[in-house]
């Protein structure tokens, strides 16, 4: 018997059953790493044909792939004046992928991260495919229009969408719905940032939120295979090239970098919290207008084309200008203004409606930050301005989405400052820490706060969670008339064997419950076999269907009732809440834990049939 990796008691798939192919993959370790591994082909592809959109796009608006290398010319292929290309490009690009969201995939707006996070933690990963192709569409027409913002927030929606997408048609257990999903993240941001190890570990620290060996091993798969595929395609070569290699000259300069840890953390933090402040201001303006909601982007397209015509160096996602920071080539003044100006653009692209991701932009603000911070310091300390550059994109990062080890891993494989880690592992420490400190949620985690989904609630690590008893309840065992007599009610009892039983008046209402003892008090007392359920005193104690786990269960404590009835609105009797369903419920979630333990693997199960007798 193969070693499964199901667990009994999970839902199936909504895309129908288990098919031939599914059960394999389902039950055998190895098959499920080959899903991975496909998972991560897809993404790969999918990571570079979004890069050729974004460039193709960003040509066919400027006449250049990368126009903050040709800041302040005309359009490379038809001449036009700058001044028109960088007004009209964000509005046209809107007129696109304004209706297209809005029609097809209202969720593609915005950076979409958190859009993965909700899936995978609260809706079984499940996430609809069709998604990935509109937030492949809208996102490159955004960024490649001017919109600043990054790539691997739209790519992390996609590799997760194509990944739920593969397991859904399988028809795989949530669990394994749920892995997928990640494998996609974890290929999304590994291809696109040339990073396969902090794409697994984004995946786990910042999707997934758990780490055990089976998930990092899978995930891992599913990274290096996007990875693979982008490098085949896109060349071996880091994504911010920064000139030579980057030395950290002296352990005296650690002081330097604890203090630029919560500078720069900060720094992340304050654009996380005018991300949502931008937002907010937008959407006030915005309700009273009246307009509808695909014009959104467009109508407002205006105002960022006109802030690009201002400051064309907010083109898209500005990874030259990083570079050219990194070098030391721009004063501190003017390291500044580029710091403020990507944390009010890109809070701006995405308040009007724009799909682009916030990762890329919080490590530039990182980049200006720390380079700014070097050339200050630069008098008294020994390494190059560089360096403190490079450190601040992770402490920025982790300030603003807590997720310190991805923080240490993307940047240095990005980079391919690998000899940055120590330093690196400091700051990134004291701004996560600094965040922590100062506020409860990320910059991922926010947006989801603010519309009422809560994903790290303690109480849903329990049995039954923070569902209401509607979504647990079980059946009503048998209802009892009120005209009914005594004895009805005793052989009602009997039938059932349950302890007690709802009593209803001739609208179904609910009268109260009648329990064995009452009815074996009621007969030592004399009362006759024939008197009527409306005439005995009966138990008032109920459950409504809005109650949560700890008031019913409070209320089975407080009273010493066994079972409790369940009422709607109009008081009628809509389910029941008994002791016995509890510890049945409680005995399943035992044994899938059992079940869990005792999977095994093909070594284990080849030496136990093997094993000399």
Request: hydrophobic fraction near 50%; proline fraction near 5%.
């Amino acid at each position: 018997m193969s070693g499964s990796v199901e667990h009994p008691g999970e839902g199936r798939a909504l895309g129908g059953p288990l098919t031939r192919a599914g059960r394999l993959v389902a039950d055998h370790r190895l098959l499920l790493g080959v899903a991975a591994a496909v998972v991560g082909v897809l993404v790969g592809a999918a990571a570079v044909l979004f890069d050729a959109m974004i460039r193709g796009w960003t040509r066919a608006s400027t006449g250049f792939e990368e126009y903050t290398r040709h800041i302040g010319q005309d359009h490379g292929l038809w001449g036009w004046p700058a001044w028109v290309v960088l007004l009209l490009s964000p509005v046209a690009a809107a007129l696109v992928y304004g209706p297209l969201v809005q029609r097809f995939a209202p969720s593609a707006r915005g950076h979409g991260i958190p859009e993965v996070m909700l899936a995978v933690r609260r809706k079984g990963g499940r996430i609809p495919g069709r998604i990935a192709v509109v937030k492949l569409i809208a996102s490159s027409l955004t960024i490649g229009a001017g919109g600043s913002a990054g790539r691997e927030g739209p790519i992390v929606q996609v590799g997760a969408s194509l990944g739920s997408a593969l397991a859904t048609r399988l028809g795989l257990p949530t669990s394994r719905i749920v892995l997928l999903a990640s494998c996609g993240a974890a290929g999304g941001i590994a291809a696109t940032f040339h990073a396969p190890l902090a794409g697994a570990v984004f995946a786990l620290e910042v999707i997934l939120t758990r780490f055990t060996a089976e998930s990092f091993g899978f995930v891992v798969v599913s990274a290096v295979t996007a990875s693979v595929v982008a490098r085949a395609v896109q060349g071996d070569e880091v994504v911010i090239a920064v000139a030579g290699p980057l030395e950290f000259s002296s352990l005296t300069d650690m002081w330097w970098v604890a203090l630029l840890g919560l500078v720069a953390g900060l720094t992340g933090l304050g654009f996380s919290k005018l991300l949502y402040l931008v937002e907010d201001g937008i959407d006030a303006v915005w309700t009273r207008t009246g307009l509808p909601e695909w014009s959104r982007p467009a109508v407002l397209g205006i105002g960022l084309g006109a802030g690009l015509v201002a400051f064309p160096h907010m083109y898209g996602s500005g990874y030259p200008l990083e570079e050219a920071a990194l070098a030391g080539e721009y004063s501190v003044g003017f390291l500044l203004l580029l710091m403020a100006g990507r944390a009010l653009y890109t809070s701006y692209t995405i308040g009007i409606g724009g799909s682009g991701g916030v990762f890329a932009p919080t490590l530039f603000i990182g980049a200006m930050a720390g380079a700014a911070y070097g050339r200050i310091i630069d008098p008294v300390a020994d390494s190059y301005v560089g360096v403190f550059g490079v450190i601040g994109m992770g402490a920025a990062f982790a300030g603003a989405a807590r997720a310190p080890m991805t923080a240490v891993l993307i940047i240095v494989e990005m980079t391919g400052q690998f000899s940055l880690i120590m330093p690196m592992m400091l700051a990134v420490v004291v701004a996560t820490g600094a965040s922590r400190f100062l506020t409860r949620s990320t910059i991922y985690t926010e947006k989801l706060r603010r519309r009422g989904d809560v994903l790290d609630d303690p109480v849903e690590g329990t049995l039954l969670g923070a569902k209401p008893v509607a979504q647990w309840m079980g059946p009503v065992p048998e209802a009892l008339d009120s005209s009914l007599p005594l004895s009805a009610a005793v052989e009602a009892l009997r039938r059932t064997r349950e302890p007690s039983l709802p009593v209803v008046d001739g609208s179904g209402a609910f009268v109260g419950t009648i329990s064995a003892l009452d009815a074996a008090v009621l007969r030592h007392e004399d009362a006759s076999a024939n008197s009527p359920l409306a005439e005995l005193p009966l138990g008032a104690d109920a459950a409504r269907e809005s109650d949560g786990p700890a008031t019913v269960l409070e209320r089975l404590r407080r009273t010493g009732l066994t079972a409790l009835p369940v009422l709607g609105e109009d008081r009628r009797v809509v389910g029941w809440v008994s002791q016995r369903d509890l510890v049945d419920r409680m005995y399943r979630d035992q044994r899938r834990a059992i079940d869990a333990r005792r999977q095994s693997s093909w070594g284990s199960r080849f030496q136990e049939r093997h094993r000399p007798r």
